[in-house]
Nanobody, 130 residues
Framework: QLYLVESGGGLVQPGGSLRLSCGAAYGSTLGLDYYAVGWFRRAPGKEREGVSFSSRNGDRTDYVDSVKGRFTISKDNANNMVHLQMDNLEPEDSAVYYC????????????????????WGQGTQVTVSV
C-alpha cells in the first residue's frame, strides 16, 4: 500500500513558477524507489491529462508536448519524494494536479497512461492568473 501526499500548489501570475512535491506518507508499505511516478492534471470541463513521467530509477523522463521546456520532473528515491518544477506558467496550466505511482519491476521504462498507475494523491490546485 502506498499513500501519496502532494503539496506546493497555489495562485501564480503568468510567467511565474511553482514547485509541486509528492511524498510517500507514513503507513506506506514500500518506498517510492519501487514505483514509476507521474504527474497528471485535470482542468474544469476537461479530461485528465498526463503531464510528466519518470521511470522507477528517475533516470528517464517524459513530458506532454505542451509543457516541454517549462516543466521538470525529478525523483528523489532517497527521500521518497517526487517534484514537479513548473516554470513560465501559462493560464492553460491551471488545473488540479495529481501525483501517481505505479509498482514496477522495470527500472527504466517511462509509463504515460493513467492505467499504468495504481496509487494517486488527493490533488493540489494550481491557478495561473493575473
Amino acid at each position: 500500500q502506498l499513500y501519496l501526499v502532494e503539496s506546493g500548489g497555489g495562485l501564480v501570475q503568468p510567467g511565474g513558477s511553482l514547485r509541486l512535491s509528492c511524498g510517500a506518507a507514513y503507513g506506506s508499505t514500500l518506498g517510492l524507489d519501487y514505483y514509476a511516478v507521474g504527474w497528471f492534471r485535470r482542468a474544469p470541463g476537461k479530461e485528465r491529462e498526463g503531464v510528466s513521467f519518470s521511470s522507477r530509477n528517475g533516470d528517464r523522463t517524459d513530458y506532454v508536448d505542451s509543457v516541454k521546456g517549462r516543466f521538470t520532473i525529478s525523483k528523489d528515491n532517497a527521500n521518497n519524494m517526487v517534484h514537479l518544477q513548473m516554470d513560465n506558467l501559462e493560464p492553460e496550466d491551471s488545473a488540479v494536479y495529481y501525483c501517481a505511482a505505479g509498482y514496477k519491476s522495470d527500472h527504466w521504462t517511462v509509463y504515460t497512461k493513467s492505467s499504468d498507475y495504481d496509487y494517486w494523491g488527493q490533488g493540489t490546485q494550481v491557478t495561473v492568473s493575473v
